[in-house]
């Protein structure tokens, strides 16, 4: 069955640092991925998505993420955090037809100046 | 260009009343969908459609009904409301050719 596995609930970040959120699945087939970010009292925005071809894609607002197959992992970056950046992060896993997509339980960024 | 819209933004539900929560979009979508969001679950596919006319079950449809008679609109319904269906609820819709979903803002329903 799908699924995606956010293994952190919550992360903290100096304005300026670095950030990488982690992402794996569980997919039967070639996954499509995809990356939304939350803000408070806000509906989804996409931040990237991955099909196939380069496995590093980059995403809006510096975003990019990482596709490992080999540790079914596609993991998030950016090189410096941004305080506009303090926000919850979804993974999420589409299926080959495209009619349903799993997502993970998120992980909630906050960042202190 | 509104994009995807939802009403209303909350709402407190009695046990046992009933309700719709609208969903539109403008966007010409093929496809939309209706998810539940609830603290520290990550969001689960409540029903989808393909197009007017067709829907279809996600992981957890009981308790919810849908219909899609335009491409526009795709009302959820809730016909017994119970305390397990507290949530924010969200809509979403794609086109045909891409995979991004667009979300509206959000219901945040309560059942008391």
């Known amino acids: 069955a799908q699924s995606v596995t956010q293994p952190d609930i919550h992360i903290t970040v100096s304005e300026g640092a670095s950030l990488e959120l982690r992402c794996n699945y569980s997919?039967?087939?070639?996954?499509?991925l995809f990356w939304y970010v939350q803000s408070p009292g806000q509906g989804l925005q996409l931040l990237l998505k991955y099909f196939s071809g380069d496995t590093l894609v980059q995403g809006i607002k510096g975003f990019e993420a990482e596709f490992k197959r080999s540790q079914s992992s596609f993991n998030l970056r950016k090189p410096s955090v941004h305080w506009s950046d303090a926000a919850e992060y979804f993974c999420a896993v589409g299926s080959n037809t495209g009619n349903q997509f799993y997502f993970g339980t998120g992980t909630s960024l906050t960042v202190i100046p | 260009n509104a994009g995807v819209t939802q009403t209303p933004k909350f709402r407190i539900l009695k046990i046992g009343q009933s309700m719709t929560l609208q969903c539109a979009q403008d966007m010409n979508h093929n496809y939309m969908y209706w998810y539940r969001q609830d603290p520290g679950m990550g969001l689960k596919l409540i029903y989808y459609?393909?197009?007017?006319?067709?829907?279809d079950k996600g992981e957890v449809p009981n308790g919810y009904n849908v219909s899609r008679s335009t491409t526009e609109d795709f009302p959820l319904r809730l016909e017994l409301a119970a305390p397990s269906q507290t949530s924010v609820y969200f809509c979403a819709s794609r086109t045909l050719y891409s995979d991004t979903q667009y979300f509206g803002p959000g219901t945040r329903l309560t059942v008391l």
């Open positions: 459609s393909v197009g007017a006319g067709i829907t």
């Open positions: 997919y039967g087939a070639t996954p499509y």
